[in-house]
């Protein structure tokens, strides 16, 4: 329906998708929640049908909301809402986005603050005229600009921490777009990839320490901007570079500007990226995620090798891990879990007696492969310690006679202040339990993590940087920026 | 669903209705569209159910969207939607409304700006807390105001004259609500009646001119507000005064202090609310409207008696006269005219072959009643010619052997700027023409219009006062307030 | 959509409307429920317009769904759904409702089998081909056909008498339709209209009391039928006659052949159509209803003057009969009661306590107009008598002195077997309880109801036959068919 | 909403889910389409919760509808819809099946006749009370029974093969159940698994041959009966036995009953079910088909070792058969090619030139994982053609120097007639080209299919039978039923 589309000035708010209630899911897997994906084109006649694409390819990294905004150097056409990509866009609504510039999002799901005004891209109108913008990340001092700017009389739209950014550039004393938005940036402080659309330009940011990925590709004499490389394999469009921190890139009518708002501080890519966002086909830094992960694997078996009869992996995110370390074993890789893949989220609040089966309907042991086996079980993560416990029980259950629980990263014992959304330190099982304890906790024949050395050797990038150009705060504790303020609030990319 | 009911936080913005496509309606009738209508509610246990009754009961008001927002003392509770209030609303809907306090609004429809984003009560969060307004009415310097405050860095959120306001509050030296609501309203010009909610306070203010109509009256130890005594009588509710011009109430755990925020000046209330907008059971200044209607009709008939066989009216609006104009002349009032009750709006847009059949699917003449017959029609205004034109031509087509035409109005020559959604003045009919122009273009075999003076009189308000306190801008060109500003911009209530 | 649209091997059954909770209605006002509406196309390129606008002015004889079939010669198409005419249709779906014959139909309400399977038409597949049928009225054998029918191991697909004339054409021993209907139409008895389509194939048919009425126009060369005349003015077509009792009607490539599959018996056409069911602006036999109203009203006035200030009638059924009964008294008619014309249905179920308000969302007395009046109150009928004491209170609380009750027909004291969804015999107040009883249940000064005989005459069908041609049986208990089995079943038309 | 959910007699035909256009997949894949799923209830407190999830289990079965009709010994709950279980369910309408038996479906989806009307369960009320049925399977004779029973007058109501056994259990000279079940089935031909409800009592049978998958499993005292056992393992129940061919059981308040409806003739269960159609953590006849999968890969590898460098499967159904291949040559496993876990089926039909970016949207090559290396890609069978052609391409675009296609089962030469979606023979690319033009056809450097006696020897049923008890008549044109008049029209499982 065309009252979905919506031009600039009626405001981006429809809601269009499903409320979803994560039912099973957040109650009994503890996962990471994805941070969020962005997308971009600029100068490309099919910048909707791309943006459209491309966010599906990032799907993973966002599940709640979805939304494009483009312009035809006119007016600004926008489509958000509740769900996922194919579930918020129809072929009508794709054509509706007129114009060769888009920028989209998809964004992750949280427990309370699942709402449309949130939803990206956001669509303001200031005296510079029309602003939009789309986000991956989280500001450490969102909450403190906020403050100030509420008391000098601005309104807020959303409880998103971008927003902060618009009223910097609505506020400023620059009227010249360029400037406004250089001003801006230089106060927010953060891990951040920023799409900035004000009428016509284009603006593309990284924060100073590269937190968070963003690259650029090219297409048919055209550019798009994505948080991962799988996107531009999806749209067939050739990676260019990556978009470095500190840079503020503009594109116009003049084609690429490449400025700076800052100089880069210590490069600090998060290594979580590596261990267990990204999709496996992606590459970041010219490094494939499946290879990279399937060397985690490798060297976890040479660190922590156990004689046993099955490898298997926890789908989807460990079975590159899982895959390698079989191969470095010799001890077969098996099919021992499986995942319902039509289950992402459900409405099914079950009884408490039916909970069991809830859980089982994501995820499931397969009986006659463990049966009897000495069972190898590779995970990512271990975050609460609930669903290690849970994943160890099922393959008990169906009759596996040892456990041994392998970790393809560190003890993850920090909360991340850079848009992961992560539990409380309180809640992180590993900040307060040895392994050891862990292991008792959930009641594993043996446990291993993958050391901080391994992981970083297993990645592979090139060394001389500090901990080889990535943040492993979640791990060690240490953060590129200051954090004080970001440990109060909440994240929000 | 539980999603579309919204604390404030979440902000008010979810589209529950349907998309109306006027077709037909807009195409062929050319009535005036109506105002807005606004109602509120304080300290009644039933707060949300009475706002749900009371708009009910002037829907006729604004047919586009609808909106209450309430308030326990801890948060804000607020649904809106496109459509009718029976549409927007359910039982859940209204049940999750919480608290003693409400506003609630009807909005009506214009061509271009159809949106749920200005949709009423906006609802914001400033410094100050929780904000949400409705209002029926126009600010003639709404412009002048938003320009200057967009220039400071203010970003607007709709684009409705109401905001401004918002903006001049969430900006003033005072942080006192009561001061910057007052200071506020010492800004804005033209013509309004305003419902604010400021936390746990309700501001309920008129413009000095009283141009906009708005009510109090008294339920089971509670107050409530209408823009007209219908919806008291709906919900129960005892007439206590009129909100006086410039006048500033405040209501909170302190019970009602009335301010003022500005000294009346002409009291200039619109005469079209006596002619053609509120409900023929509606009182203003105790005077019914049936009945000051019936009166208009009497009158017309004094003016420009004509012998005839029948006296039908345009329903439903023009029953009343026409009863009058019979009952006065002894020529019997017959039903001539019939109106399709299901027909309010339509999702049709016909071909032009059936472009005719659509126009009597909403109204169309009564073969028996008229044939053979010379019929006198009964209609309350003017705007361009082309619905008369359109009747006229109905009533022949069924045999009607004359047709003289009786306007219980004078000729609408001047755009209003204080909330009703005129023409510009080129497409009045009147402006333009001659009565005998008129005539001529709409076919009839005879026209006259009531005189200002036979309009004021049939009304009946107590002597004594410029116009006897009515605004007759639409028929005279003298506006109560400087309207330059206005002309330029469209009119938004 | 296009999944809306179904050819006919998709079966005609998706959910299209809401869910509509009739509330205070219900429970408050106890009408009578209008029966159903058919309207039927031949021979016109606009077919699924035309009957798209037809069955909108049918809209008053059923509100609950509505649905259109249409044939090319090829295939049905088919779309049906819960809600109002505008509510089920939108011009995609008119226009992909393709071919030049349409039947069409909108349905009543009743309480307990409210259900989309039993929207009409209903859609068939038989060895004959494809069969649709829309039918006003009802079978008073219905039941003892189903359960012979089941016996021998037909399976019913609807809860719907006219389901049983389907199974006895597809079990008939003709293979020839024009054979196959005419001897199925032989072994129901009751008071119907049927549209009938057999791949390409229209059949009309009456039952042989003549007791629902059905119209026969034509247009551009086609024909266009209908239960009233005001769906002829309003598609623009021309009146040709009557369908004659017991007469079947063919239409095919050949045109029309006019056939009959029974003799005329005792011609007995509702007399509550003239009371109360049919619009004022239809005819029945050439007798405009607006002006038979009037005329029981005069008729009233007539038999039962009484001194008043205000004559009053409760909208819209009564207006006519109030205006008659005021000219000819000379006392004013006046709008004493006001129905919100906004309320159809309501979602809202209110609790107890705003129960009364919910009540006056829909009527109410103008204070003005009545207070410190004589007031005579107009009603076309009373049913249970509880609508009336509602009413007679409500004129009371708004200041009445006196009220006056007059009913336009005589007391209505025996159910309706023939499509007319009518209470249980002791739930109808006048086969318990003398006038004087009712007037005193309802509270009301005084009482009188139209003589049957002044309602024959003031009706005015040319005398000759008995009771004029109508049937009187619920006012008079004297059916023109057998009703024994009926008495048992409930009605669905 | 509680008019989702129907008793019986106001029938199970409402539409919940939304129409999904497949969009890119069907034109692109031309993966065989799966066969429906069934599961069943009985005796337990919770049967629709049950219900739901073992469906949701079964899901991979049939994507295109789902439904549930309960039974609580008075009267059926029945709730269908297009689209997922978890679509079509919520926690509400779970709830309002009440009832302790229940049978459930899901369908797949086949390009014309995706309608909801044949959404199973089906249910009925005939002369016996109510009636229901879930069936995965077909008819070979149901056209020439169909004729039968419309020439004796029965009307259908949907175009599903199913319905023609509900015919003549209501038509049957049996008056108890219990005959005129096993009378109906005695007439029937084909492959088919039946549950089917009269009332309170429930009938499993499957045909004569075991063509198609039916077990039973017990759980808390009561009954389950799944296509596959991975539904048994959601729900926490513990495997019995496999429906025997030919068989018949009844459960009623006496618990089970064993009978038989006919000898079993050839056991011939479909081998397609090992291959391809159920999941890879389902056993049939306690054989895992994860592991009969990895030995298909294994024997393939023996039949046709190719030195290559990496691995790969077609994701999800060929992995087992990738990792066996692989454990076999000792070359490594990789992720060579990654499928979209989001993509089911899409809105989106892109433009001719977005039509190849659709395509990798779904599907697509991991081009560091096989940019110049000699890849061995297995898929589990070939059906057009065109599918391989495009992911061998995909590969080679992605940089891979040579690839090398294994299929894990023979020649896919001939249709099926058993409920299982093929194209014409015509379209099947192996019943016309011989393996080398086949290889041409899509553009390998080299082709192998497993032999017939592999894929038998694989499988590893126990000897003795013909074919190991299995059909393979897609392979080897050897039918266990005539199937001539299935060759006329499609397959409607």
Chains 1, 2, 3, 4 share one sequence.
Request: glycine fraction near 8%; aromatic fraction near 8%.
């Amino acid at each position: 329906m065309s009252d979905e589309i919506l031009t600039h000035s009626d405001q981006p708010a429809l809601w269009t998708g499903r409320y979803y209630n994560e039912g099973v899911d957040s109650q009994v897997f503890d996962k990471l929640k994805e941070e969020c994906g962005v997308f971009g084109v600029f100068n490309h006649t099919e910048a909707s049908a791309l943006a459209y694409f491309g966010l599906h390819a990032l799907q993973h990294r966002g599940e709640e909301s979805s939304g494009i905004c483009t312009t035809d150097g006119e007016q600004f056409y926008v489509h958000r809402g509740m769900g996922l990509v194919k579930e918020v866009f129809d072929n009508d609504k794709i054509l509706s986005l007129k114009g060769s510039t888009a920028i989209g999002h998809v964004r992750y799901s949280t427990a309370g603050a699942s709402k449309l005004q949130n939803a990206q891209p956001l669509v303001f109108r200031f005296r510079g005229g029309d602003l939009a913008i789309a986000t991956n990340g989280n500001l450490v001092n969102a909450d403190e600009l906020r403050r100030e700017l509420e008391e000098a009389g601005s309104i807020f739209q959303t409880t998103s921490d971008t927003e902060v950014l618009i009223h910097l550039i609505a506020r400023s004393k620059h009227h010249d777009p360029r400037l406004a938005v250089k001003e801006a940036l230089q106060r927010v402080v953060g891990g951040f990839a920023f799409l900035i659309l004000i009428n016509d330009t284009l603006f593309v940011a990284q924060d100073s320490n590269g937190l968070r990925p963003l690259m650029i590709g090219t297409l048919d004499g055209g550019y798009v901007f994505a948080s991962e490389t799988c996107a531009f394999e999806t749209v067939g469009a050739a990676y260019m570079r990556d978009v470095q921190p500190g840079e503020l890139l503009i594109f116009d009518k003049d084609g690429m500007t490449e400025d700076r708002f800052a100089e880069m501080t210590r490069r600090s890519l998060c290594a979580m990226e590596f261990i267990y966002f990204s999709r496996p086909d992606s590459d970041v830094d010219n490094i494939n995620l499946h290879m990279a992960r399937k060397r985690m694997g490798m060297r976890l078996a040479m660190e922590s090798f156990v004689d046993a009869d099955v490898v298997t992996g926890v789908p989807d995110s460990s079975i590159s891990a899982a895959i390698g370390f079989a191969e470095q074993t010799g001890i077969p890789y098996e099919i021992g879990l499986i995942k319902n893949r039509y289950t992402g989220r459900t409405f099914i609040q079950p009884s408490q007696e039916l909970r069991e089966r809830g859980v089982k309907m994501k995820l499931s042991a397969v009986r006659k492969v463990v049966e009897g086996k000495r069972v190898v079980m590779i995970d990512d993560s271990i975050v609460r310690g609930t669903t290690s416990l849970r994943i160890v029980n099922m393959l008990r259950e169906a009759g596996a006679k040892e456990v041994h629980v392998r970790i393809s990263s560190p003890p993850y014992m920090n909360p991340c202040f850079y848009g992961i959304d992560t539990p409380s330190r309180e809640e992180l099982i590993a900040s307060s339990k040895t392994v050891e304890e862990i292991r008792q906790a959930i009641q594993a024949d043996s446990l291993h993590f993958l050391s901080k050395q391994g992981l970083i050797e297993a990645i592979g990038r090139s060394a001389g940087e500090y901990n080889r150009g990535m943040c492993l705060g979640c791990f060690d504790n240490d953060y590129p920026t200051p954090v004080e303020d970001a440990e109060q609030a909440g994240c929000g990319c």
